[in-house]
């Protein structure tokens, strides 16, 4: 559970805690920042630290690319300011005497937010909602894959990848009880940290994995992903095993998605129900989908930011490769769950493992609230195998592809700012320049004797 500055204050006078963890959530969606010892953190905590501004200008290797507007080698990188969001401190309880708390980023010299800062760009959707008269109600679930040894071994020895596994263990639970060595702690400690971890079960691949955690609002539910996240692969390594996010480690095997739940409430009710009408599903509902529907490729980057991330996309995985609705249909990009109950939500298929919770749902957050705006009509929901059907808008095929699409999306600049998308869009564009310079096993394979 999130505790009280003043609970902590009494924890760290007994002893019980002296690091307190301060973490931004980065681009990639991974938490960075510094270790203090608590009695430092308590004389800063009502004002803020810094970093370097950097870490949101970085890729998944931390190198420092060129072309970013907000910083660069020319402008020195000079700091962020830190704020921390002291409703956010909680125990890590698999680390002896540690706390976490939670930072805003602030521009060093205006103390601004930084508007293109993952956890802003929620918070600024968020407020848009708010002031509609909605809150955004959200829940994600987290796949990701067990690897014998831990990341450390894994790249000594040449990411030769052996899985936890050896077969399917999709809601196996003679396999998943030889796993609980692990998972047992993860959900524990995830728990006792105060995650609404509901449980944990096999999914479709061997050495995968899915936790599920209670829905919360938007925020709450992105930062409950991202510590969830964090401490699965934390709680992995002291067990000597690696756990993996990336949406697509082998080609002959099933991918790791993210998939996001989705609903807005009133008055403390649901207002995607409405009894009298079809499916439950009330008019609001049906502009919210139309709006993630009709700009789905446009925000798809924020969903699947890697090259590896569009590999997940094939046919007969359960991945989606068609933008289209359909009720209780794992083929389509979006599902109707709940048809005709109070918990009548609309769930996202497309968001990889590798996705940032907080970017994938404020886009999302952003389409769907302009199709309320625009009050879209809503398609007829699709009937069938989506995988099948040729006439339908594809997901994008590619990195290059959903990059394209989120620097001509009007809407998205519209919701975030012209330098926001750009500032992404340079981040996708570096990710391709990266790969582009590698000769990979495949290529070496394919045609060292045969070009």
């Known amino acids: 559970m999130t505790i009280s500055f003043d609970d902590l204050k009494t924890r760290i006078q007994s002893g019980a805690i002296d690091t307190v963890l301060t973490c931004l959530i980065d681009m990639q969606g991974r938490l960075m920042g510094k270790r203090f010892h608590a009695e430092a953190f308590l004389q800063m905590a009502g004002d803020e630290t810094h970093c370097c ?5 970085t890729d998944l290797a931390m190198a420092t690319p060129d072309g970013y507007a907000s910083t660069s080698w020319h402008s020195g990188y000079g700091d962020y ?8 401190l909680r125990i890590v309880p698999w680390l002896p005497g540690t706390a976490m708390c939670l930072c805003d980023v602030l521009d060093h010299h205006s103390h601004a937010p930084v508007p293109f800062a993952p956890r802003q760009m929620l918070k600024d959707q968020i407020a848009q909602a708010q002031g509609m008269g909605l809150q955004p109600i959200t829940a994600t679930e987290l796949e990701f894959f067990l690897f014998q040894g831990t990341h450390d071994d894994i790249a000594r020895g040449g990411f030769r990848l052996q899985p936890i596994s050896t077969y399917n263990e999709d809601y196996n639970i003679f396999q998943t009880s030889k796993e609980e060595y692990v998972m047992r702690p993860i959900r524990n400690h995830l728990r006792a940290m105060g995650l609404p971890i509901e449980g944990s079960k096999g999914e479709a691949e061997a050495g995968q994995e899915e936790l599920n955690m209670t829905y919360a609002d938007a925020l709450a539910t992105a930062d409950h992903h991202t510590l969830a996240k964090h401490g699965v692969k934390e709680i992995a390594h ?9 949406p697509k480690w082998h080609k002959d095997r099933v991918g790791s998605a993210s998939h996001v739940h989705q609903s807005l409430w009133q008055d403390g009710q649901n207002a995607f129900f409405d009894a009298d009408r079809p499916l439950g599903k009330s008019v609001l509902m049906d502009h919210y989908i139309a709006g993630l529907v009709a700009y789905a490729a446009e925000y798809t980057y924020f969903l699947a930011p890697y090259i590896n991330s569009y590999k997940r996309f094939a046919k007969g995985t359960f991945a989606p490769t068609r933008i289209v609705w359909s009720v209780d249909n794992r083929t389509a990009a979006f599902r109707l769950c709940g048809a005709g109950t109070k918990a009548i939500r609309i769930e996202c298929r497309l968001p990889g493992a590798d996705m ?3 970017l994938a749902s404020a886009a999302m957050l952003a389409a769907g609230l302009r199709g309320i705006r625009e009050e879209l009509p809503l398609p007829k929901p699709f009937a069938g195998d989506a995988y099948a059907d040729d006439a339908c808008q594809h997901v994008p095929h590619s990195l290059r592809e959903a990059r394209e699409a989120l620097i001509g999306s009007d809407m998205l600049a519209q919701a975030f700012g012209a330098d926001t998308i750009a500032h992404y869009a340079r981040a996708a564009e570096w990710e391709i320049e990266e790969f582009n310079r590698v000769v990979t096993d495949y290529e070496i394979a394919r045609g060292l004797e045969q070009a």
Not at 53 to 57: H, M
């Open 53 to 57: 501004n950097y870490l949101l200008a």
């Open 81 to 88: 300011a830190l704020k921390p969001d002291l409703t956010t």
């Open 238 to 246: 002291q067990h000597g095993l690696a756990a993996s996010f990336l």
């Open 356 to 358: 940032n919770p907080y």
